[in-house]
């Protein structure tokens, strides 16, 4: 992997990663672009971290409010943790059909297809009334389910659960910061996921590729989050279906 490919990868996972368009679906099709029989999994883990780091520091102030008064907010924590579970098991579940799925045109078109939906639904739903205190578990189960099902390819994991939060009355504003409270968790597990994979023998294209990547993937997922935010406070969600429709029909054309 030379520098130019990393430094796309990189800003591709920075701004895909957040952006409900799923950062797994737009690798795949760079993947094909670039001719990479498939994404270094260290360069891989690596962007994985910037993006942990961007939304980390995005939410700074709500996550240090959670670990400054951890007795006050040990209920919302237990929620976190119920909402990262469905993920969990399904992953574990279904690794191995998983990780196939992403060697699928056809499974790469119809999550993008059934992403565009999700996002589409949101135009008819008017502004909620909760806020993230009163989330309760019923609703964290469901936001998870979502992004369980998010896993698979090019079904967007902010898209699906930003989504649900929607469907289940959260407010906007409310509902952007859970989806990404509840990311890091499912980053974190990806990456330690791929660190049990890690062969240093995959390391790819020394440390400028790798560096620059990872700079790109921090820089551009901090901007996409930024983006994002504004977008959902107007209730512009489903903007983003068009994207993903005409996505999942460019796919289909190639391969009909």
């Given at each position: ?27 795949v099709l760079f993947q094909k672009l670039f001719g990479f029989k498939e994404v270094p999994i260290f360069f891989d883990t690596l962007v994985h971290f910037a993006t ?203 391969i009909i």
């Amino acid at each position: 992997m030379d520098i130019i490919q990393a430094i796309v990868l990189g800003a591709v996972q920075g701004l895909t990663e957040f952006l409900p368009v799923s950062s797994s679906g737009h690798l795949v099709l760079f993947q094909k672009l670039f001719g990479f029989k498939e994404v270094p999994i260290f360069f891989d883990t690596l962007v994985h971290f910037a993006t942990l780091l961007a939304v980390a520091f995005y939410l700074r102030k709500e996550i240090w409010q959670i670990l400054t008064n951890l007795k006050k907010n040990i209920n919302f924590i237990w929620i976190l943790i119920l909402g990262t579970l469905p993920a969990v098991i399904f992953a574990l579940l279904f690794k191995d059909y998983i990780e196939n799925s992403f060697n699928s045109l056809w499974l790469l078109s119809i999550g993008f297809f059934i992403t565009a939906g999700l996002l589409f639904a949101t135009k008819f739903i008017s502004e909620g009334k909760k806020d993230m205190q009163k989330i309760n578990w019923i609703d964290s189960v469901i936001i998870g389910i979502f992004q369980a099902i998010a896993i698979l390819p090019s079904i967007s994991r902010s898209g699906a659960t930003i989504s649900s939060c929607l469907y289940r009355n959260i407010k906007r504003e409310d509902a952007f910061k859970f989806s990404f409270l509840l990311s890091i968790p499912a980053i974190a597990g990806a990456m330690t996921l791929q660190i049990f994979d890690f062969n240093p023998s995959n390391l790819n294209g020394g440390f400028w590729p790798n560096a620059l990547g990872f700079v790109m993937a921090a820089i551009f997922g901090f901007l996409s989050l930024f983006i994002l935010e504004k977008i959902a406070q107007k209730g512009k969600f489903h903007y983003f279906s068009i994207y993903c429709f005409l996505l999942g029909v460019i796919i289909l054309f190639f391969i009909i």
